[in-house]
């Protein structure tokens, strides 16, 4: 039995996200991974790497069945892509989530002098977090100047040719897979599977855990 003296532990604080967080992380998802294999369906009719005859990648891993089909789900899935992070930036500026959800100054003095771990997570949490937006920015960038060259010629120029704009694209999509994967585990440092759940599912399933 609990003596009277004894103080009662902090219950733990459930994470919480709002509906259009968890939106936004599902629409990011789904459209991602489609994005994925009908791009790299695009990529085994002309491999960026070693010209007609590089480095294909199976054809299980592509979607759309040929290279019309691959660029039908490409570029139908990318409107979608670039659509939600656009309302979600606007969502993101009303409400004033930047102020705590981005990289700031004070991040990166404790990245370089602080001695805490858990300060030190959650700056490296929101300094990837800050580095997918131009990632992704470039992505939808070099995907318009591929989708209509001829009308977004300047692009094409600005990375020195199409096959520098090809290339470009082409490895903004690991770039972008793997700060995903870092941003989820640093998130997971910061505040457990919890905190992950909590981007994707109700909140209820952390609730339940306190029964």
């Known amino acids: 039995m609990r003596s009277p003296t004894q103080p009662t532990p902090k219950a733990a604080k459930i994470p919480h996200q709002d509906l259009p967080a968890k939106i936004f992380h599902w629409v990011s998802l789904v459209s991602l991974f489609l994005m994925i294999a009908s791009g790299l369906q695009i990529y085994n009719a002309n491999p960026v790497f070693g010209g007609r005859e590089g480095i294909h990648i199976p054809p299980i891993l592509g979607l759309g069945g040929w290279l019309a089909g691959g660029r039908h789900w490409h570029f139908a899935t990318m409107w979608i892509f670039a659509l939600n992070l656009l309302w979600y930036g606007i969502y993101v500026v009303l409400t004033r989530r930047w102020r705590h ?111």
């Open 101 to 211: 959800r981005y990289m700031s100054s004070k991040d990166a003095k404790a990245l370089v002098f602080s001695q805490n771990n858990k300060r030190k997570n959650y700056a490296w949490h929101r300094l990837v977090y800050t580095l997918l937006i131009p990632i992704l920015l470039l992505s939808i960038f070099t995907g318009l100047g591929m989708f209509k060259p001829a009308q977004f010629y300047w692009i094409v120029d600005s990375f020195g040719g199409w096959d520098a704009l090809r290339i470009t694209h082409f490895m903004a999509v690991p770039i972008t897979i793997c700060l995903a994967a870092i941003h989820s585990q640093l998130g997971r440092n910061v505040g457990g599977d919890r905190l992950l759940d909590s981007m994707f599912w109700s909140d209820q399933s952390a609730l339940s855990d306190q029964d």
